[in-house]
Structures are given as structure tokens and as C-alpha cells.
T-cell receptor, first 114, second 113 residues
Framework: DVKVTQSSRYLVKRTGEKVFLECVQD?????MFWYRQDPGLGLRLIYF???????EKGDIPEGYSVSREKKERFSLILESASTNQTSMYLC?????????????FGEGSRLTVL | SQQGEEDPQALSIQEGENATMNCSYK?????LQWYRQNSGRGLVHLIL?????REKHSGRLRVTLDTSKKSSSLLITASRAADTASYFC?????????????FGKGTKLTVNP
């Protein structure tokens, strides 16, 4: 069964802390994505990667960075967490790119920044 | 910015009834996808419909696409309490020279037993 695993389901961090959100997929997919989901705003794309060491900005990259050193792993980094980054973070992967690709999502990481 | 917008925002029905959710989008698409999300969980892919298709079925799900009206609908027949979830449409949007999936804000469906 295909799987996207996010390292933490719930995190509580303090303002200014560096936060790592890890995502691993076991489907050998080229494409990986980070979204954040907020009430009333839906899902918004933060960053995506279509190959190892490659990354592209999504719609809301400010305050975030990403790392893809291995094909199966895509990390989202909050260099200095702020309260407005309290959100649900969803990782996804796909075999095909663009709108042709079915996205497989992890269970989400709910981050609270105090 | 959103490409697809679902309507209604919330829908409450009784078990056994049909549920219809609509999605409108602004620019031409290659494909349109529907996803489901149970509360507090990740999204699960339901159906992909291509721009040259008008209708697609999967079990109790029926998706239609009208490219002239730039709209799609998701019909769930004979709904069950377990269908309670949020449903999202997603379409492609050019970003940085390549197409990426952009999601609407979703329709929250409640099926009452």
C-alpha cells in the first residue's frame, strides 16, 4: 500500500524556534509538495520539488525553506517560527506532474507556535 | 489565489439522500481532480476527469465536467454517515513555468444518520 509519512502529527513550538517537518514517501515518486491548510483559506502550496535537490516556490513560500537530499524525503523548515505559522501542514507526492498527477497525502502535521 | 471554487461551502443531508457539490474554475484546464478529507486527516484522491471527458463514475461517485461553463460537479448517491467529510476540487495552474495543482476551499458535507 502506498504511503506518505509525516514525522509528527502534533507539534508545539515557541516563537523564534527552528522547526523541521519531515515527510517520507515509499512510492519512488519524483514530485513532492508541501501545503498548509487554514480554515477559510483552503490548501495553499508552499514549495514543491520535482527531483532531488530541485525545488520551486509555491504561492506562499515566505518564512519557509525546503530540503530534498534524497528522492523519498522532503523536509519543510521554518527558520524562525512565528505565531502566524500555526497551521496544519500537509505533505504530498505524485508520480506525474501538473494536474495529471494524483496526489498522495500524508496525515498532516498540526503545528502550534506559541 | 484560488483556481477552483466549490459550492456550497457546507451541505447537510440525511442518510440515503444524494449529495451534489459544484466546482467552478476560471481558466482553461487539462484535468480536474476531486479529493476527500476526513476531519483532521490528509486528503484522499477520488477521481480525475480530463478536459475531453464529460462524465466519469467510480462506485457511488459521479463526476461531470462542462468546459464551456468552466464547472464540474461531484454527485454522491445513496449517501452514508461515513461520507461525512470535506470535498475539494483541484485544477492546474501555471506556476514558475510548470503546472501545479491548486485546490478550492472545499465543501463540508454532513450526512446525518
Amino acid at each position: 500500500d502506498v504511503k506518505v509519512t509525516q514525522s509528527s502529527r502534533y507539534l508545539v513550538k515557541r516563537t523564534g524556534e527552528k522547526v523541521f517537518l519531515e515527510c517520507v514517501q515509499d512510492m519512488d515518486h519524483e514530485n513532492m509538495f508541501w501545503y498548509r491548510q487554514d480554515p477559510g483559506l483552503g490548501l495553499r502550496l508552499i514549495y514543491f520539488s520535482y527531483d532531488v535537490k530541485m525545488k520551486e516556490k509555491g504561492d506562499i513560500p515566505e518564512g519557509y525553506s525546503v530540503s530534498r537530499e534524497k528522492k523519498e524525503r522532503f523536509s519543510l523548515i521554518l527558520e524562525s517560527a512565528s505565531t502566524n505559522q500555526t497551521s496544519m501542514y500537509l505533505c504530498a507526492s505524485s508520480l506525474l506532474g501538473g494536474s495529471s498527477g494524483e496526489l498522495f497525502f500524508g496525515e498532516g502535521s498540526r503545528l502550534t507556535v506559541l | 489565489s484560488q483556481q477552483g471554487e466549490e459550492d456550497p461551502q457546507a451541505l447537510s443531508i440525511q442518510e440515503g439522500e444524494n449529495a451534489t457539490m459544484n466546482c467552478s474554475y476560471k481558466t482553461s484546464i487539462n484535468n480536474l481532480q476531486w479529493y476527500r478529507q476526513n476531519s483532521g486527516r490528509g486528503l484522499v484522491h477520488l477521481i480525475l476527469i480530463r478536459s475531453n471527458e464529460r462524465e466519469k463514475h467510480s462506485g457511488r461517485l459521479r463526476v461531470t465536467l462542462d468546459t464551456s461553463k468552466k464547472s464540474s460537479s461531484l454527485l454522491i448517491t445513496a449517501s452514508r454517515a461515513a461520507d461525512t467529510a470535506s470535498y475539494f476540487c483541484a485544477t492546474g495552474k501555471l506556476r514558475g513555468g510548470s503546472e501545479k495543482l491548486v485546490f478550492g476551499k472545499g465543501t463540508k458535507l454532513t450526512v446525518n444518520p
